[in-house]
Structure formats: structure tokens, C-alpha cells
């Protein structure tokens, strides 16, 4: 079983950054793409961003191309959403997914685990 630990959300002013995490209690680095999700009040779950395995591989949202970035680090068992340029629009619960399958994956219901998502806020 995968459990899944995001933390680093908050309170930004737009125009700022902040820097989520994804912990897991397993290797993810044994072949579990990765993914990044959001919902905000009254909205459906969205994709965010989605990393490969072994990071080679990333793929973005449009809404977010250029401003977020995901990244890995399989020694930590670690995934990161590194945002910036934050705006209202941004607001939302942010929840880090996960799978096994090596390649990255854009819907939430390819996904297998699921963590409990942590709160971003961007005021105007």
C-alpha cells in the first residue's frame, strides 16, 4: 500500500511562489508515475502536472505550462510542485497521486493512490 503526504501549501499573494511536497512510505522509484491534482470549491478534481518514473518525462496542463514545475527525487521518495507566478485562479486543494506503471498519466482515475491534499490560497 502507497501512502501519500502533501505538505507546503498556504497563503500567497499572486504574483508569488510556494513549493509543494509529496512524501511516500514506499520506493516510488520502483516504477510509480507520479501526478499532481486540483480542486477548487465547487469544481471537479483537474490535472495539474505528471512525471515518469524516473523524471524523464513530464507533462503539464496548459493552465499552468511555464509557471509550474514537477520534479522528483527517487532517493527521498519525494515529489515536488514547484509554483510561481501564482494568481487567484490557482486556488484550490492541491493532491499528489500516484501509480504504478512507469510512464505519466493525465486523469485521476488512472491513478491508484491518493493523498489526503493540502490547501493553496492566492489572494489578489
Known amino acids: 500500500q502507497v501512502q501519500l503526504v502533501e505538505s507546503g501549501g498556504g497563503l500567497v499573494q499572486a504574483g508569488g511562489s510556494l513549493r509543494l511536497s509529496c512524501a511516500t512510505s514506499?520506493?516510488?522509484?520502483?516504477?510509480?508515475?507520479m501526478g499532481w491534482f486540483r480542486q477548487a470549491p465547487g469544481k471537479e478534481r483537474e490535472f495539474v502536472a505528471a512525471?515518469?518514473?524516473?523524471?524523464?518525462?513530464?507533462f503539464y496542463a496548459n493552465s499552468v505550462r511555464g509557471r509550474f514545475t514537477i520534479s522528483r527525487d527517487n532517493t527521498k521518495n519525494a515529489v515536488y510542485l514547484q509554483m510561481n507566478i501564482l494568481q487567484p485562479e490557482d486556488t484550490a486543494v492541491y493532491y499528489c497521486?500516484?501509480?504504478?506503471?512507469?510512464?505519466?498519466?493525465?486523469?485521476?482515475?488512472?491513478?491508484?493512490?491518493w493523498g489526503q491534499g493540502t490547501q493553496v490560497t492566492v489572494s489578489s
Open positions: 514506499e520506493r516510488t522509484s520502483i516504477a510509480y508515475a
Open positions: 497521486a500516484a501509480r504504478s506503471g512507469g510512464f505519466y498519466y493525465t486523469n485521476h482515475y488512472e491513478y491508484d493512490y
Open positions: 512525471i515518469s518514473w524516473n523524471g524523464g518525462n513530464t
